[in-house]
């Protein structure tokens, strides 16, 4: 079995219902346990179009689902929840992300692992902190050395220019 974590979001309609009955959907799918939920936290839609504030959590499950086969049944959990794709970043009953499958790491069109945006945002950020501090540590690090790995280059050009670099802090 493989540990993952997986970022739930709503903003349509009854949210916490429908990040209810999305945990109760991934607890019948086969081969698959989930072992710890976040607590639910209220956030400000971040980008898109204007639109109501999110519910969101993180829950860690155990799966022998492949990372492709946990996208397809999580994928068909948000369709089941009336899910549908009309606006990038618009409003959802439902959002189901894998954040990160073991340490598998793949960047394919249909498949990124760890999610590419998960260490910009607060409401993975706080709940992922919460049910595994050890797992986001371990992510924050590994960003840490990927960072200091191309430091030296953009210091040294910047200093050139007698400027003092500013480090780059994302939110
Ligand atoms: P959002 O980026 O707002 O979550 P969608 O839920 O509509 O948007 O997902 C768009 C596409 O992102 C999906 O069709 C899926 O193939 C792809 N995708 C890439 N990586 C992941 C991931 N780690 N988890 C979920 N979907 C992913
Ligand atoms: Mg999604």
């Known amino acids: 079995m493989v540990t993952c974590y ?3 979001g709503s903003n349509l309609g009854d949210r916490k219902q429908y ?14 346990k989930v072992r710890r939920v976040s607590r639910i936290i209220e956030t ?3 980008g898109g179009p204007a639109q ?7 829950f860690e499950i155990d799966t022998d689902l492949t990372p492709y086969q946990l996208l397809q049944e999580l994928q068909r959990i948000e369709t089941a929840l009336g899910r549908v794709r009309r606006i990038i970043d618009g409003p959802r009953t439902i959002d189901l992300d894998i954040l990160t499958y073991g340490d598998v790491i793949m960047s394919e069109p249909a498949l990124c692992i760890p999610h590419p945006r998960m260490l910009q945002r607060q ?17 924050l690090k590994k960003r840490g050395a990927r960072k200091s790995k191309k430091a030296p280059g953009t210091v040294s050009r910047k200093r050139t220019h007698g400027k ?4 780059k802090r994302r939110p």
């Open 6 to 8: 997986i970022a739930i």
């Open 19 to 32: 990040i209810e009955s999305a945990i109760r959907r991934v607890r019948t799918l086969a081969n698959t």
């Open 44 to 46: 400000a839609p971040q």
């Open 52 to 58: 109501g504030a999110y519910l969101n959590a993180v």
């Open 123 to 139: 409401f993975v950020l706080v709940p992922l902190g919460e049910i595994a501090p050890q797992v986001l540590a371990g992510l």
């Open 164 to 167: 003092k670099s500013k480090k």
